[in-house]
């Protein structure tokens, strides 16, 4: 069975400054990961996706994050954060080719201070 | 590609009525996904289909729920007999078969009195 673990429920970092996001995985095969970011009263949307080619993703926005598999880790990153990236992300996982449904943390609610 | 729909967006009703929230994919995505996410929880799988055959549903999925996407196309989801406890938000998403990636809809904010 798949899970996934974001170890902050709350980051708070100064514009300007960079973001560090943590997610830990736990998976029977060999899974795709993402992470996706939900705006107040937006829908859901995919920041990048990891499916076992180049362990660095990049995403939009200036986002990336790293698959670690000996650290079962994909943590997301931003060199510098921005007020626009204010929202709740989430760490989500895949096996199966999805025929599971995606499995998600209970998500990150970032804060960037001006 | 005008993305997902979802309809409403709100929905209020009182405890033991029934509600059908419905959901238009991206239109050439063959799989469609719903999830169900509570106030400050990251969405939960309910249940999928691949064309008009559903194939997996989670055990979050009680009898009271049913969903159907009988052409193909579009999907609704039931819930009958609603119960405090469903209040929620119901997101809905597709994608294609080949693809792993979701999108996903704006979600039905249900809300039951």
């Known amino acids: 069975a798949q899970s996934v673990t974001q170890l902050d429920s709350h980051v708070s970092v100064s514009e300007g400054t960079p973001v560090l996001l943590r997610c830990n995985y736990s998976s029977s095969y060999s899974p795709s990961l993402f992470w996706y970011v939900q705006h107040p009263n937006k829908g859901l949307q995919l920041l990048l996706k990891y499916t076992s080619a180049a362990t660095l993703v990049k995403g939009i926005n200036g986002f990336e994050a790293e698959f670690k598999k000996s650290e079962t880790s994909f943590h997301l990153t931003k060199p510098s954060a921005h007020m626009s990236d204010a929202a709740e992300y989430f760490c989500?996982?895949?096996?199966?080719?999805?025929?599971?449904?995606?499995?998600f943390g209970k998500g990150t609610h970032l804060i960037i201070q001006p | 590609d005008t993305g997902v729909s979802q309809d409403p967006r709100h929905k209020i009703t009182k405890r033991g009525q029934n509600v059908t929230f419905r959901c238009d994919p991206i239109s050439e995505h063959n799989r469609l996904y719903w999830y169900r996410q509570t106030l400050g929880q990251g969405p939960e799988f309910l249940t999928y289909f691949q064309n008009e055959a559903q194939l997996e549903k989670s055990r979050l999925l009680s009898d009271r729920f049913s969903a159907e996407r009988p052409k193909g196309s579009f999907s609704t989801l039931e819930i009958q007999r609603t119960e405090q406890g469903d209040s929620a938000m119901y997101l809905c998403a597709s994608s294609l078969e080949s693809q792993e990636t979701q999108y996903f809809g704006p979600g039905t904010r249900l809300l039951v009195l």
């Open positions: 989500v996982v895949s096996e199966r080719g999805g025929a599971d449904g995606l499995t």
